[in-house]
């Protein structure tokens, strides 16, 4: 028996406004998670351990690199119940599993950071490197076995009237993890021994200072522990009874969903040449807008001289400035302007705020550098609530969870590539100037520049073209089945 028909004989229920905001605490959860990952670990092990910029950024980047994984768990979600469930025991599963292994993570970016400093860059640290970059993937794969199933439930537990306000809602929800991480994680690192004099060691024979790695951990180590363990409350709060109770996959593939296989649902995924050109603008548009992930933090720390609780306060701005584009966009700018014009707004206006982030560096001034992410995450909210409705009007439900394993994977590989590329162009940027705001700028500046190109992709989406075309695959793939 399906989920959808333990209500066989009565309508299923609307999904209520609560339960949209309890499905957004899973989004919460995953936030908070970036924060640590990206903004945390980042920090540290560029700014206060010393790790050359693309070493960390491709270490860290390479839980990204397994995306092709969330299309095999997307298609396990459609075909494969896990504790009596298409999506819900595959969100807590990979919850857990997430969670356990950022702890891992850091645990290992000590042991990179003292072989680095007894050794060098030698065969320990090497290894150490390879280590983290190894745990990264092994936390990517656990991310996708909980996150892609989680989108394709939003899927199955909407309608097209409804949608909409749920993905604004549950992406809202994201950002408002970034900004409540920020706030908690900078307070709990809020603390003279792990910034500054206070933490650096003279070494006297070599006449230079390292940092008291040992200090550093008993700042960190508690935030590693104290935060994962409220996002697996919140994945486990977040979806609690909603599959049982509001989806509608098993009605909508027929009560066949066991028999779409994977190479089936690959079929109706490549019918449409819109699922290639769709999947290359997510490529550029994701690739454009995360680059600084990688150096946001160490800009902060050695353009502006913050401490890590201050640089981490960052992205309670650019937070706070996406969720209030998410929210304003979905009610006041996309019913006016469609979904695709507006995303194209939000790219030119997000290309336009990385002026203001040179210019704040330039300036050495805090309050320019901050007004320039909040302005940013505004761009990056209307993108985002664009962006995402779109995404799921190129989505068959027949094969959600394919089809979101799909755009999963787009995303993934351009943040990842974004992560090493930010990286990358720093360490390029640093050869090439003395002056680290140029060096800085130069990530900023290509950033803009793929904005723009991403406009010129966007506009060549055609999501009728879409839909037609995978309806007719649907209908071959699912005739061919029953002729044998």
Known sequence: MTVSESMAGSPLPKLPLVTMFRLGLFQMGLGIMSLLTLGVLNRVLIDELAVLPWVAATAIAMYQFVSPFKVWCGQLSDSQRLWGYHRTG?????????????????????????????????????????????VFAAYGVTLSLSSTPFAALLVDVSDEDNRSKLVGIVWSMLMVGIVVGAIVSSRLLNTPEICGPALLNADALLVKKTVDIAQLQRGINPVFIIMPAIVVFLAWLATVGVEKKYSRFGDRSGGREDEITLGQALKVLTASRQTAIFFGFLLLLTLSLFMQDAVLEPYGGEVFNLCISETTQLNAFFGMGTLLGIGSTGFFVVPRLGKQRTTSLGCALAALCFSLLILAGFQQNVTLLKSGL???????????????????????????????????????????????????????????????????????????????????????????????????????????????
């Open 374 to 484: 909040l302005f940013f995450g505004l761009a990056s909210g209307m993108i985002t609530a664009g962006a995402t409705s779109l995404m799921l009007d190129l989505t068959a439900v027949e094969t959600a969870g394919t089809f979101i394993g799909a755009w999963g994977l787009a995303q993934s590989i351009s943040r990842g590539l974004a992560t090493v590329a930010g990286g990358t162009v720093l360490n390029i940027g640093k050869a090439l100037f003395a002056n680290a705001v140029l060096a800085y700028g130069l990530v900023f500046a290509l950033q803009a520049l793929g904005l723009i190109l991403s406009i010129f992709l966007l506009n060549k989406v055609n999501v009728r073209e879409f839909q037609d075309n995978a309806k007719t695959a649907i209908a071959t793939v699912m005739a061919g089945d029953l002729d044998g």
């Open 90 to 134: 595959y969100v807590w599963l990979g919850a857990l599993g997430f969670t356990i292994l950022s702890f891992i993570a850091l645990q290992v970016v000590w042991q990179l950071g003292l072989s680095l400093q007894n050794n060098g860059w030698g065969a320990l640290t090497i290894f150490w490197s390879i280590v983290l970059g190894a």
